[in-house]
């Protein structure tokens, strides 16, 4: 629909661009303005036909409603100052023009387009505009740009145009320009290596701009504030701004310091930012001296966002105000199913296309498929990265709010990985040393590991050092683990991996040059191929190759752009289910065992937990505040495949909950994402027989 109304708008101002060119065949009456805006606000209608319909023109930015809400106060705001930050910007595009203008005349674009009219020469004038259309695209803001544009067909339309408003006129110099800003946008995207799906913002026509304004998407920027130096004046929060609105609980009033607000499971980021009673006043997020705007992660379940406010005037020595937010966010829309409902899967999440060349999103599972996978006598997968799927029951695979989530099973190709009871497990481990080395979320599944064996977990910490836990299955299981990588250390000082390992390893001893020591390593996001050949070099010094090692994979995280934290585009999201490929391969070439948690926590990125990093799928809570399955009694036919396959995976669920949910126990460690890893790890920590 967005496409459509800039389509429209598109039409309508190149018409009117034409024939006010056309109009009058004489000496122009006026000489047009060569670097005048101005901003225009449309009405666009949706009636009963499918394309939108451009209603009126407003020749200034017009909102209906003269009593305007807070949103659309926001909006005009960060509009204008988009806006001028457009205009007045006072950067240099002389080096970006001068590589454009290369790449262009080696590709020998201006000898096709200007060979008859321009005589393979560009005039002062047409550089000065081609260097303001550079400018303009490296200031973009949120507006978006509708000329020139690739869409196929707009100069065949160009040309109808003209032929329309003067049949005998040649438009061979308009239509070159287009070709040659078309050119020059292409070269500024390579450049820049943006993807050209959302092309940004002014539209450059002759001598007419238009800016098409989004909804602002950041702002993270503080405006200009109006403040107060009277010295009487108490320091406090005059208002609040976010993106998107949140409704507040209780409405903000600056003597309150609490609230709580509620999001939908779709909104994973929010951006913050307060206005101050007094200059003196200083808002800061994040910590002390964090920014006064930032961006969030919205982790599914409760977030907490503190704003500080200080007082710095002399008078007041630094006092302290702290406005405290309770964001909740709502789990996946869901439906109960009973009688009528389809399997669908899926890898990989249409919003964060990482394979291209596959399909995302829910697909229809066949029930011939869904029962040879629910045979009892399915074989045991015999790695830990055997392709497999996310499955979960829907009325349509069309529409992912008709699914019921809770439902949802990691189901591997012809195989399934076991599942093993308490006594089970218990037997397994017994007499095993299990040591981790890695980050927090190699932790979680530590502490999965720790809950499933104790049904209890007594002790929990964001451990970032090492840890030992000698209580683990009646103290037959000792684990310990090493935090990695300590990324708060200056890297000229920070442990090598080799170091790291070194001394866990030697808090560890005695172990056993057998499978009865068990090596667990895995980041989401800092291993490689080469950290498994420092592994093989350290386990042989110390005389420990005989021992089993299980390597994590990495894992999706960083997707989101967040303060304080980096922030990963597509392509190297992309890149990294490359990496996360040649280390499946390493970690096979030197006999490891393998846990590919990037295939598992790929197409659910949307369901981490809290964490700026967007990467984590376990979180440590009070038992009593734990109620991750609702289990519904749904009715199911007994002779739908389909059917019985969900029914059975819910008992195996439902078993694995049972296991670890103590209610008398102090922690839980929940997040179904995080268990089937762990499940998975479990398995092959158990595995009777292993790959030769």
Request: proline share 5%; with cysteine.
């Amino acid at each position: 629909a967005f496409d459509k109304m800039k389509e429209a708008i598109s039409k309508l101002l190149l018409a009117a661009e034409v024939f006010s060119e056309t109009s009058t065949l004489g000496p122009k009456a006026f000489d047009r303005c060569r670097l005048c805006f101005q901003l225009l606000t449309f009405d666009i209608g949706y009636g009963s036909v499918r394309s939108p319909v451009v209603l009126q023109v407003h020749e200034h930015l017009n909102f209906q409603d003269d009593n305007m809400d807070f949103e659309d106060q926001n909006t005009e705001e960060f509009l204008l100052k988009d806006t001028f930050n457009f205009l007045l910007s006072n950067e240099s595009s002389l080096s970006i023009f001068s590589e454009i203008f290369q790449g262009l005349y080696r590709s020998g674009v201006f000898k096709v387009n200007y060979q008859k009219e321009l005589n393979q020469c560009l005039s002062l004038e047409e550089i000065n505009s081609i260097m303001t259309f550079i400018k303009e695209l490296g200031n973009l803001g949120q507006f978006q740009l509708l000329f020139p544009s690739a869409t196929p067909g707009f100069q065949s339309l160009m040309r109808e145009f003209y032929d329309m408003a003067n049949p005998m006129r040649k438009p061979g110099s308009t239509v070159a320009q287009y070709r040659s800003l078309l050119n020059v946008f292409e070269q500024f995207q390579l450049l820049k290596k943006k993807a050209p799906l959302y092309p940004l913002e002014c539209f450059h026509f002759k001598f007419t701009f238009l800016f098409l304004a989004a909804v602002p998407q950041n702002i993270n920027e503080t405006k200009e504030i109006h403040c107060s130096n009277d010295k009487d004046t108490q320091c406090h929060i005059k208002q609040i701004f976010t993106y998107p609105r949140l409704k507040l609980n209780p409405e903000f009033n600056p003597e309150i310091k609490d609230y709580y607000s509620e999001v939908p499971f779709d909104v994973v980021t929010l951006t913050i930012g307060a206005e101050t009673s007094k200059c003196h006043c200083k808002v800061y997020l994040h910590e002390g001296a964090g920014p006064s705007f930032a961006n969030y992660p919205l982790g599914l379940g409760m977030n907490k966002i503190s704003v500080l406010v200080v007082d710095e005037s002399p008078a007041q020595g630094e006092t302290l105000v702290t406005y405290k937010f309770a964001i909740y966010r709502e789990d996946r829309p869901s439906l109960p199913l009973f009688e009528d409902f389809t399997a669908c899967g899926f890898v990989q999440d249409c919003g964060l296309l990482i394979q291209p060349e596959e399909t995302c999103g829910l697909q229809p599972v066949s029930s011939d498929y869904i029962e040879a996978i629910s045979q009892p006598e399915l074989k045991i997968c015999p790695s830990g990265d055997t392709k497999g799927q996310w499955i979960v029951p829907c009325l349509s695979c069309s529409d992912n709010r008709t699914c019921d989530w809770r439902e949802i099973t990691w189901q591997p190709h012809d195989c399934q990985y076991s599942i093993l009871t308490k006594p089970q497990l218990q037997q397994c481990l017994g007499g095993r040393k299990i040591l981790f080395i890695g980050d927090s979320t190699n932790r979680g599944i530590m502490y999965y590991l720790i809950e499933r064996l104790n049904d209890t977990l007594q002790e929990w910490q964001k451990v970032h050092g090492t840890k030992f836990y000698h209580n683990v299955n009646g103290g037959k299981t000792p684990i310990s683990y090493s935090y990695y990588p300590q990324f708060w250390i200056s890297p000229s000082l920070r442990p090598t991996f080799e170091k790291a390992l070194e001394h866990l390893l030697q808090r560890s001893r005695p172990l056993e040059n057998t499978s009865q020591t068990v090596l667990v390593v895995g980041g989401v996001q800092w291993l490689n191929s080469n950290h498994l050949q420092i592994i093989h070099k350290v386990l042989k010094r110390e005389n420990l190759l005989n021992i089993l090692v299980i390597i994590k994979t990495l894992g999706i995280g960083f997707h989101l752009p967040v303060d304080g934290v980096h922030f990963l585009t597509q392509s190297e999201v992309q890149n990294l289910w490359k990496e996360n490929l040649i280390i499946l391969d390493a970690a096979k070439t030197y006999g490891y065992e393998v846990v590919d948690t990037f295939t598992i926590t790929m197409g659910r990125y949307k369901e981490f937990l809290q964490g700026t990093c967007g990467c984590h799928f376990h979180e440590v809570v009070k038992s009593k505040l734990s109620k991750e399955y609702h289990f519904i009694k749904i009715k199911r036919s007994r002779n739908h495949v389909v059917g019985k396959y969900f029914s059975n995976q819910s008992r195996l669920q439902q078993r694995q909950q049972d296991s670890v949910t103590n209610f008398q126990s102090p922690y839980h460690v929940r997040g179904p994402v995080n268990q089937v890893c762990s499940e998975i790890l479990l398995s092959r920590i158990c595995a009777s027989e292993r790959p030769a």
